[in-house]
């Protein structure tokens, strides 16, 4: 029997997304064009292909942890998180998954799902 050849795989990027902040003295810069940001990939410049002087929405993930270990803070973080939702903007997206013990006192545990065919 002849031995299998591992597969090749193979990727390049022709375009990459970078966000950027500029700010001075704490306050955030605007009017700024491409012409002002340098951009390097492995100390070698990099042309500026597409600019765009605009606020993105954002996508957030937020992950409740009620263990136990959790109990003492959990309103303190559920107040943190409420404030904070107070700051989105039109078009931001939110997501939430909440992490509780199967049984009091049992710590959170991650698996993987199974898959179709799997036995235990």
């Not at 050849?5 to 064009?33: C, K, M, N, Q, Y």
């Not at 390097?40 to 500026?48: A, I, K, L």
């Not at 954002?58 to 943190?80: E, G, K, T, Y």
């Amino acid at each position: 029997m002849a031995a299998q050849t591992a597969p090749i795989f193979r990727a390049s990027v022709a375009l990459v997304h970078v966000d950027a902040e500029v700010t001075l003295d704490g306050r955030i810069l605007s009017g700024l064009t491409k012409d002002d940001f340098r951009v390097f990939d492995e100390r070698s410049p990099q042309t500026v292909v597409h600019f765009a002087s605009e606020q993105e929405p954002l996508d957030l993930i937020l992950l409740f942890d009620f263990s136990n270990s959790m109990r003492p803070v959990v309103q303190s973080v559920a107040a943190v998180a409420r404030q904070g939702l107070q700051e989105l903007r039109q078009g931001d997206r939110v997501w939430h998954m909440d992490i509780q013990p199967s049984q009091p006192g049992d710590r959170p545990v991650y698996q993987r799902p199974r898959r179709r065919g799997e036995d235990h």
